[in-house]
């Protein structure tokens, strides 16, 4: 079964410090690992697609990384716009018939 | 652009009663799915459509009813309304299996 765990479940952070998030995951056959964030009373919002071990992406403060059995989203002197809940998705080739398996989120805070 | 479409934002029902939550979307996309979400437990696949016609359950199928006529539309039906239903429902849409997917803004249902 196609199973996404995510770390820490709730991150706070002082505006300009560097942090990271977890998600390890288990999937039948890797079509893709993705990244949102969601903001309260909105719908997720698309961040990074990953699709072999190795590959990394970057936008603004944010960067992306994958190995076999799990994903890092790299925080770099956050701010706190960058507050918001952060979701991590895997789609396999297995039971799951494609569609997005979510973890439960890591609810980032950044303070001023 | 106007992406994934989501109505109405907010509902409330009385137990038994049946709805239809509205989705649709401007990007061509084969596949559209529904997730509920709820406090501690992620977003869930309730039932998900690769194309017009074809329809399937997802994790949490019970209670729910989908169609897909169009390509551009994908409404849940709650058939008799249950406090267990009260969440956040997302629609979301995405052009393939293991692609990224984009989502709506949300309905919130309240069931007392």
């Known amino acids: 079964e196609d199973q996404v765990t995510q770390s820490p479940e709730a991150l706070r952070l002082q505006e300009g410090e560097s942090s990271s998030l977890n998600c390890s995951y288990t999937?039948?056959?890797?079509?893709?690992l993705f990244w949102y964030r969601q903001d309260p009373g909105k719908g997720p919002e698309f961040l990074f697609t990953l699709y072999s071990a190795g590959e990394e992406k970057e936008k603004e403060r944010l960067k992306a990384t994958l190995t076999k059995k799990e994903s890092f989203l790299h925080i770099t002197a956050p701010k706190p716009e960058d507050s918001a809940t952060y979701l991590c998705?895997?789609?396999?080739?297995?039971?799951?018939?494609?569609?997005?398996?979510f973890g439960k989120g890591t609810k980032l805070s950044v303070k001023p | 652009n106007a992406g994934v479409t989501q109505t109405p934002k907010f509902q409330v029902l009385k137990t038994g009663q049946s709805m239809t939550l509205q989705c649709a979307q401007d990007?061509?996309?084969?596949?559209m799915s529904w997730y509920r979400q709820d406090p501690g437990m992620g977003l869930r696949l309730i039932h998900y459509s690769v194309g017009a016609g074809i329809t399937d359950q997802g994790e949490v199928p019970n209670g729910y009813n989908v169609s897909r006529s169009t390509t551009e539309d994908f409404p849940l039906r709650l058939l008799s309304a249950a406090p267990s239903q009260t969440s956040v429902y997302f629609c979301?849409?995405?052009f393939g299996a293991g692609t990224e997917a984009f989502f709506g803004q949300g309905t919130r249902l309240t069931v007392v």
């Open positions: 979301a849409s995405s």
């Open positions: 990007m061509n996309h084969e596949y």
């Open positions: 999937v039948s056959g890797l079509r893709g």
């Open positions: 998705a895997v789609s396999g080739y297995g039971g799951s018939q494609g569609n997005l398996i």
